[in-house]
């Protein structure tokens, strides 16, 4: 079964094997391994057409995160839906970066805007507790999905609110404001197979993929304390086109970050 599922899964994925192992482990309710441990095994009648359901779904493209329901972020598992955007490993960086320059400090206010699944927002008040964070999004689906993580993690420093950017956030001199905005031009070839499945709200902007973007650099300034962080996450050649809005907003000591892949990923800016 594993064998035929990853040769016809070969034509759409680029990780067939991988797919069919998730998917026949999920019919079975088990962890991965337990293939390995029981390649023998014969699946009833109703595994059968179980596993070949899911099987149908991921040769229409569906992402894997969908169907299974969940994704892995920062060590966190996290529920996911067609309401929100699949957290993506590049977003680690952002994560990262927050941790390289704040994490050995106390009673940080930190902000993140259009938290989505709240992967985020969740992947930092996990590491630490002591942090007053709000997560914002514009979507009430969204942020249901993201107090959901919450209560399943057990994760209870995060206040959730729903407004657009820095509009819902209920306090000001925050320390750090972070956010991965919709940057993909509308525009785009390869938005419609994104947005298939993908909540086109959390995908796409305007001017080029920028207009969030600028929305967000020019409300933090009035939200952040002095020396406070701007972080944001965008498309993998608009750095210096962020770098620009940043320095017409008065940011200073500006770093653009690259990813494992050595695209432009996360820029900094400090008010």
């Known amino acids: 079964m594993l064998n035929q599922a990853a040769q016809q899964l070969a034509t759409s994925s680029d990780s067939s094997r991988l797919d069919a192992e998730l998917l026949l482990a999920y019919t079975l309710h088990k962890p991965r391994s337990?293939?390995?441990?029981?390649?023998?095994?014969?699946?009833?009648?109703?595994?059968?057409?179980?596993?070949?359901?899911?099987?149908?779904?991921?040769?229409?493209?569906?992402?894997?995160?969908y169907i299974l329901g969940h994704k892995e972020f920062y060590s966190l598992d996290l529920q996911v839906n067609k309401n929100v955007l699949i957290p993506r490993p590049e977003t680690e960086l952002l994560v990262e970066l927050v941790l390289a320059k704040l994490g050995s400090q106390v009673e940080i206010k930190f902000a993140?805007?259009?938290?989505?699944?709240?992967?985020?927002?969740?992947?930092?008040?996990?590491?630490?507790?002591?942090?007053?964070?709000?997560?914002?999004?514009?979507?009430?689906?969204?942020l249901a999905v993201a107090k959901n993580n919450a209560q399943r993690l057990g994760i209870q420093n995060i206040k959730f609110l729903r407004g657009n950017w820095c509009q819902a956030l209920?306090?000001?001199?925050?320390?750090?404001?972070?956010?991965?905005?919709?940057?993909?031009?509308?525009?785009?070839s390869h938005l419609q197979k994104i947005t298939k499945f993908e909540p086109t709200l959390a995908l796409a902007a305007g001017d080029a993929g920028l207009q969030h973007i600028k929305t967000?650099?020019?409300q933090a300034k009035s939200f952040l304390t002095t020396k406070g962080l701007l972080i944001l996450e965008h498309g993998f050649d608009q750095g210096n086109k962020v770098r620009q809005l940043m320095e017409d907003q008065k940011y200073a000591n500006i770093e653009?970050?690259?990813?494992?892949?050595?695209?432009?990923?996360?820029?900094?800016?400090?008010?």
């Not at 590491?127 to 999004?137: C, E, L, N």
């Not at 001199?173 to 031009?185: A, F, G, K, R």
């Not at 653009?256 to 990923?265: F, S």
């Open 112 to 142: 993140d805007l259009g938290t989505g699944s709240g992967a985020i927002a969740l992947a930092i008040a996990n590491k630490h507790p002591d942090w007053q964070i709000f997560a914002t999004d514009k979507s009430a689906k969204a």
């Open 170 to 188: 209920p306090i000001r001199n925050l320390n750090v404001i972070v956010s991965n905005p919709p940057y993909i031009c509308k525009h785009d």
């Open 34 to 65: 337990y293939l390995y441990v029981h390649p023998e095994q014969n699946l009833s009648t109703e595994q059968i057409e179980n596993f070949s359901k899911l099987l149908k779904r991921r040769l229409r493209y569906e992402p894997i995160a």
């Open 256 to 271: 653009i970050h690259q990813d494992l892949a050595g695209n432009e990923r996360i820029t900094i800016g400090i008010k």
């Open 216 to 218: 967000i650099i020019k």
